[in-house]
């Protein structure tokens, strides 16, 4: 059964406290792992797609890298608006259908 | 440009009672989505549609009911709504090629009471 799962389930940092978030998978051919974030009250927002092992992406203070059994979202020097719940989806071999895990939410103090 | 856009954004509905949750997406996307978001599960897929003219069934799709209108709209229905479909409702829809992002409505607070 494809499946996905995310730790921790919540995380508080100080301001420039780096950190990793962690997704899990074990997906039956997997097409792609995507990365969104979501704030309170909205839907999720595209960050990343990674599609295969070794592959790391960045965008700011954010860098997701993918192993053949799970993807790290690293977090460096966090500020407050970096504050949202990340969400990792897989596309498996099922094509256009994604499976998400139920995110991490993470708090940044100033 | 307006994306995914989704009506209503709050409902509150008896048991018992139907409704039909409106999606509509302005970027000429191929499949569209339904994904239900609880606490502490997630999102998960109520159905889908892959492109226009079909539909098939995620992993939570009793209960639902979906119409793909034309290749812009694709609307939920609850046909007697029970107090376990309380939920946040997202429509997105994608490209519909492989490793394609989805692109998410803002959602939909429904409350059974």
């Known amino acids: 059964e494809d499946q996905v799962t995310q730790s921790p389930e919540a995380l508080r940092l100080q301001e420039g406290e780096s950190s990793s978030l962690n997704c899990s998978y074990t997906?039956?051919?997997?097409?792609?792992l995507f990365w969104y974030r979501q704030d309170p009250g909205k839907g999720p927002e595209f960050l990343f797609t990674?599609?295969?092992a070794g592959e790391e992406k960045e965008k700011e203070r954010l860098k997701a890298t993918l192993t053949k059994k799970e993807s790290f979202l690293h977090i460096t020097a966090p500020k407050p608006e970096d504050s949202a719940t990340y969400l990792c989806?897989?596309?498996?071999?099922?094509?256009?259908?994604?499976?998400f895990g139920s995110g991490t939410k993470l708090n940044v103090k100033p | 440009n307006a994306g995914v856009t989704q009506t209503p954004k709050f409902q509150v509905l008896k048991t018992g009672q139907s409704m039909t949750l409106q999606c509509a997406q302005d970027?000429?996307?191929?499949?569209m989505y339904w994904y239900r978001q609880d606490p502490g599960m997630g999102l998960r897929l109520i159905y889908y549609?892959?492109?226009?003219?079909?539909?098939d069934k995620g992993e939570v799709p009793n209960g639902y009911n979906v119409s793909r209108l034309n290749k812009r709209e694709f609307s939920l229905r609850l046909e007697s709504a029970a107090p376990s479909q309380t939920s946040v409702y997202f429509c997105?829809?994608?490209?519909?090629?492989?490793?394609?992002?989805?692109?998410f409505g803002s959602g939909t607070q429904l409350s059974v009471l």
């Open positions: 997906v039956s051919g997997l097409r792609g």
């Open positions: 549609s892959a492109s226009e003219g079909t539909t």
């Open positions: 990674l599609y295969s």
């Open positions: 970027m000429n996307h191929n499949s």
């Open positions: 989806a897989v596309e498996a071999a099922t094509f256009n259908k994604f499976y």
């Open positions: 997105a829809s994608s490209g519909g090629t492989a490793n394609e992002k989805l692109f």
